[in-house]
């Protein structure tokens, strides 16, 4: 008899959960509550006709090394751009710092900090592959590559703590690394926040950099769906499950799944779950918010520094004082004037996300969690403070206040899009403290969100760890059989 497996989202995480089923052989069907698919890596005509803005995430530097898109084939399915410029830190005066993938001359452009810059990133670029090892699954193992493993964690100790105000000596150093540590959402300086943007930043200086896929995010989704329709399964969309309780997903005594890339207190709403489970689940802490705004361009957007219009993905912010500022702000419950923007512009290399001669830009900020503020007026101020003139090229707009993105997707609790706080105490408990995160104490009930490690971000790994998992126990079980990335994909 086949095996069925039930997939609740389909965001990245959701559909990697689904391939590998599916090509382990069970009957796979996905349920989304949208009428699209693809969760966090959706494109759409948010403004205009002709101009395609990425609905969530626009920037991928961990998809192409993730190890599960390694082995999918993420990087020959779709058409990926690498930018000469990860990423850009405009400041005031006309100045901006540069993250190159070439990293000799993003040092050389530090000037009296190169040094300080190749120390930093040089080893942990030249072993990223080691360094995705350590960070990609959970921290509960022995490190396979220690070395990597005791620098990574030696630089994230001390740029997480006031210890590493004295890394750098120059303002654009300090902003260029500031801009990056702040993709974690919380305060700074933190553990946390130096962990992910080490990692992150480390990917800067990469034969692939911070690339995205030519057309948009839904390109990646698209891509896995078409793998999941080759091996049978299929996607039901407009399906909004908002209760367990009764929800016939087969039999688990059978060896039928359930597979979760949704808010882990979607199992608070089982009559079974033990309470000291959902107890722990309660506690899980989500972090702050996040504001969108997408913009419909006449040109491009005039930076005052050149070099800033050859970077996708641009932090804006101004100086390391000035982010942290901002940051610790969100982080008490409030805002600064000047908020940490960071903002992405895919048509300064991709031509066919709007019609010729016109470009898109997307923007976020951060912001209390549940907040009702309309980012758009911060956003346009913040881009005039480094490219002046741009507020006359803008053709249309559309926000996404914290609350709207809570509504519009329930697994951002109060607007948090990376599936919980992103801090040191939430690296081992995600979301509770165990050897298999991903396993429920309801039989054949399983975790496929970034609310389990390795946590946010477009690497399918969370999907593809709760596939493991619950084929291993099945495996045990007597009903299934154990499977690998290379059992499944070849490789």
């Known amino acids: 008899m086949t095996r069925r497996a039930t997939v609740v989202g389909s965001g990245p995480n959701g559909l990697a959960a689904a391939v590998a089923l599916a090509r382990a052989g069970y009957d796979v069907r996905v349920l989304e509550a949208s009428s699209t698919v693809g969760g966090g890596t959706r494109t759409a005509a948010l403004t205009l006709p002709g101009f395609h803005h990425d609905v969530g995430s626009a920037v991928h530097p961990a998809a192409l090394s ?58 942990l670029s030249r072993h990223l592959g080691a360094l995705v090892d350590f960070t990609g ?184 004082d000035e982010i942290e500022a901002s940051e610790n702000a969100v982080a008490r419950g409030g805002m600064t004037e000047r908020p940490y923007v960071l903002a992405v512009q895919p048509t300064v290399l991709d031509g066919s996300r709007a019609p010729a001669g016109r470009h898109v830009l997307w923007a976020y900020i951060h912001v209390p969690s549940g907040s009702t503020l309309d980012p758009t007026e911060l956003v346009v101020r913040q881009v005039e403070r480094f490219a002046p003139g741009f507020r006359r090229h803008i053709l249309a707009s559309q926000a996404m206040t914290a609350a709207q993105r809570s509504a519009f997707n329930p697994s951002d609790i109060g607007g948090d899009i990376l599936g919980g706080a992103f801090t040191f105490a939430q690296a081992f408990r995600r979301p509770v403290v165990s050897t298999t995160p991903w396993r429920t104490p309801l039989r054949g009930v399983y975790l496929a969100s970034a609310s389990t ?27 299934g059989e154990r499977h690998e990335l290379e059992d499944l994909f070849g490789t």
């Not at 890394?167 to 992910?196: D, I, K, M, Y």
């Open 137 to 320: 699954s959970q921290l509960l193992r022995v490190p396979r590559h220690p070395v990597t493993a005791v620098r990574f964690g030696l630089r994230a100790l001390q740029l997480g703590s006031p210890l590493g105000r004295g890394t750098f000596a120059t303002e654009e150093a300090n902003a260029l690394l500031t801009g990056v540590l702040a993709h974690a959402n919380t305060r700074l300086p933190s553990l946390g926040a130096a962990a992910s943007g080490l990692f992150l930043a480390a990917h800067a200086h990469t034969a692939d950099g911070w690339a995205f896929p030519r057309g948009g995010a839904q390109a990646i989704a698209d891509a896995l769906v078409a793998d999941l329709y080759a091996h049978g399964g299929t996607v039901e969309t407009r399906h909004h499950l908002t209760d367990l309780a009764g929800f016939d997903w087969g039999d688990p005594d059978a060896g039928d799944l359930l597979l979760l890339d949704t808010t882990p207190r979607l199992l608070l709403t089982h009559p079974d779950l033990p309470r000291r489970y959902g107890d722990a689940i309660r506690r899980y802490q989500y972090g702050a918010a996040a504001a969108k705004v997408d913009f419909a361009l006449d040109a491009p957007v005039p930076w005052a520094h050149p070099d800033v219009a050859l970077a996708p993905t641009v932090h804006l912010g101004g100086t390391r």
């Open 453 to 479: 490690p390795p946590g946010p971000g477009v690497t399918g790994m969370p999907g593809w760890y709760a596939a493991r998992q619950a084929m291993h126990d099945a495996a045990r079980r007597g009903l």
């Open 66 to 123: 993730s190890p599960f898109f390694r082995a999918f084939g993420l990087g020959e399915r779709i058409e990926w751009i690498h930018p000469r410029a990860s990423y850009a830190q405009p400041l005031d005066g006309g100045r901006a710092a540069i993250a190159w993938r070439d990293l000799e001359r993003t040092a050389v452009g530090l000037g009296r900090d190169a040094r300080a810059w190749r120390g930093v990133m040089r080893p």
